[in-house]
């Protein structure tokens, strides 16, 4: 890995393991204050198009993203048959640490503001992981997102916290309601009226990318967007 030097430099990184190799994809704009490290949802990857396309919106704010596989091409083709990693909250947040330690020590150094964008469960990996890194990571954003399943953990997250949850999305907004009242640092909780569960209603997502950008922008630059 490598620091990037030139304007929005694209660099695909591949990170060590246990057992093998996760792949990732990173952007840097050219003196980007930040990076947000994204932890996708259950039974998805660094490919996801929600994800992606978030992350263009934040490299247009000149903020640097991270997307990167939380499994192994070996432990995709098993949780493909058997759905048990997705839902490991503990072991994905233990991916995520090891992840934004290699990013701190390797690509940006201490001194870069780190935030993570969780989505579904995710989310809650990326909350166990802020919580386990209180100096580290100064912003987390979910989307449509899981906290609850982050447990105790959510007590001890001091990273300013968003959760944006669709307003047709009931039991899940009923989840981050309870959770939200669980966590103790900075935090908001945005509702993005009529949209479902992976906000794909017409203006949805560009609504999520906006309180997004706005969150980190504040929060990893200091400045209100």
């Known amino acids: 890995m490598s620091h990037a030097t ?8 591949r990170v ?8 990732g994809d990173l952007v840097l704009p050219e003196g980007a204050p930040g990076i947000v490290i994204f932890a996708h949802g259950s ?3 660094r490919l996801s198009p929600r994800n992606q396309w978030v992350a263009r919106q934040l490299e247009a704010a000149n903020l640097g993203t991270l997307l990167f596989d939380l499994l192994t091409q070996a432990e995709e083709a098993v949780d493909a048959r058997t759905g048990a990693l997705r839902f490991d909250i503990p072991f994905l947040a233990e991916r ?9 020590g390797e690509v940006a150094g201490p001194d870069t503001r780190l935030g993570y964008f969780g989505a579904s469960t995710g989310a809650a990996a990326a909350l166990i992981a802020a919580a386990e890194r209180p100096v580290g990571v100064h912003a987390v954003v979910s989307r449509g997102g899981r906290p609850d399943l982050a447990g105790a953990a959510l007590a001890d997250v001091r990273a300013p916290t968003l959760l944006i949850v669709g307003g047709a999305d009931r039991e899940v907004l009923a989840l981050n309601t309870a959770a939200l009242s669980q966590l103790t640092c900075p935090k908001d909780l945005q509702v993005v009226p009529r949209a479902t569960h992976l ?5 949805a997502l560009e609504e999520v990318a906006r309180l997004a950008t706005g969150w980190f922008t504040r929060h990893l630059t200091g400045k209100q967007s």
Do not use: K, M, N, Q
Not at 16 to 23: K, M, N
Not at 199 to 203: A, I, K, Q, V
């Open 6 to 13: 030139e304007a929005a430099a694209h660099h695909h990184i």
């Open 16 to 23: 060590p393991v246990p057992g093998g190799v996760l792949g």
């Open 43 to 45: 039974g998805s990857s």
């Open 96 to 104: 995520l640490v090891h992840v934004t330690d290699l990013v701190r």
């Open 199 to 203: 906000f794909e209603e017409p203006g």
